[in-house]
């Protein structure tokens, strides 16, 4: 505290580099984003029908020190003006992790300031606070990417008690697989959010699945069996198919389980303020069943714009204030974790 309880300002320098964005960002307090640098991979990689790690690595590599000098630049900050440097450690690509951690952890030894390990979904949920400034623990977070599905409850500033989570694909890959399935392009999300706004979500029954034991579980490796049995069915027997009704359909069953073990998970807790987040929070029939269902049970809804959704530093920078504040301080022998479980 300042004199007169004034509260210091934090800031802090943020590292992402998991998958195939390399970014870089200036967070103050954990809300004020001052810079925000994205470079995406995706046009590279859309060559390769997905991400190819060690291309990735690569760009990582050529990309990752000119972000950051962007990111300081546009927030008119130096390394000498950061309260600690903020890096996600896992989990993702070990290769992509390493080169952000590398970066991090020569920046803090080099300008003498605290290091900070942060959870890349722990990330994602932080979003929510840049987003909605009024947001406060605790509340429950739906964690949809390409990487993780996962049902959160967030009892506090990096207190978080996961309930749910995917036993085999998680939804963003689903739909990059499905995606791929029917011809479009990669990624495969906003490409089905895209053509399933021309089709029938009803012209389609595919599984919802639901776990015994673990209500709050998810699975869509069968509702992609189902897809890919469907078009394969179709093309052995001659018959033609609507591309449009089976992104729509495959949608709607996916958005359903979603919305159908978030809102079963909320009423089981008695919590009554839900925030969705990750990649898949972009997709438009999950924003708008999810603020359907809550406005119907009187929950209180919060999400990320969408280029908060996506992989960004920003989010790094808001989950690695609160760490931070939280008292977590890494050494200089942080390594990259690509398997790290939250609350670890």
């Known amino acids: 505290m300042r004199p007169g309880g004034e509260k210091k300002e934090i800031t802090v320098l943020a590292i992402e580099s998991s998958c195939d964005e390399t970014a870089a960002a200036v967070v103050v307090n954990g809300r ?18 997905g991400v190819v790690p060690e291309i990735a690595s690569r760009r990582h ?38 080169v952000g951690v590398g970066a991090a952890k020569a920046i803090s030894y080099a300008a003498g300031k605290p290091l900070v390990g942060v959870h890349h979904i722990e990330g994602h949920i932080s979003a ?19 990487g993780h599905s996962h049902l959160v409850i967030v009892r506090d500033y990096g207190q978080y008690e996961v309930r749910g989570r995917t036993r085999d694909d998680a939804a963003g890959e689903a739909f990059d697989k499905v ?17 399933a706004k021309e089709g029938d979500p009803d012209a389609i029954e595919f599984p919802r699945a639901s776990i015994e034991g673990a209500p709050y579980d998810f ?6 069996s189902a897809v890919l049995n469907y078009i394969n069915g179709c093309r052995m027997k001659g018959v033609n198919y609507s591309e449009a009704d089976i992104a729509a359909s495959f949608q709607r069953a996916v958005v359903g389980v979603l919305t159908d073990h978030t809102m079963l998970a909320a009423e089981d807790y008695h919590i009554d303020k839900i925030a969705i987040a990750g990649g ?38 808001a989950a690695g204030y609160y760490d931070y504040m939280n008292g977590v301080r890494h050494g200089l022998d942080l390594n990259a974790v690509p398997a790290l479980k939250l609350g670890e």
């Open 179 to 195: 995606a791929r399935a029917i011809g479009l392009g990669y990624p495969g999300g906003p490409e089905i959010d895209r053509l």
């Open 280 to 317: 898949v929070a972009c997709n438009s029939a999950l924003r708008e069943e999810m603020r359907a269902a809550c406005g119907a049970r009187g929950y209180s809804f919060y999400l990320p714009t969408p280029e908060l959704c996506t992989d960004n530093a920003a989010m790094i920078g």
């Open 32 to 49: 004020d984003v001052r810079s925000n640098i994205i470079a995406s991979q995706i046009d590279i990689h859309r060559l390769y029908g």
């Open 128 to 146: 929510n606070y840049i987003a909605n400034p009024e947001l406060e623990p605790p509340f429950l977070c739906l964690v949809a990417s390409g």
């Open 219 to 224: 699975s869509f490796s069968g509702v992609k």
């Open 61 to 98: 590599i050529e990309k990752i020190n000119q972000v950051i000098a962007e990111a300081l630049a546009e927030a008119k900050q130096s390394f000498s003006d950061m309260d600690a440097i903020c890096v996600t450690y896992g989990p993702g690509l070990v290769g992509a992790l390493l």
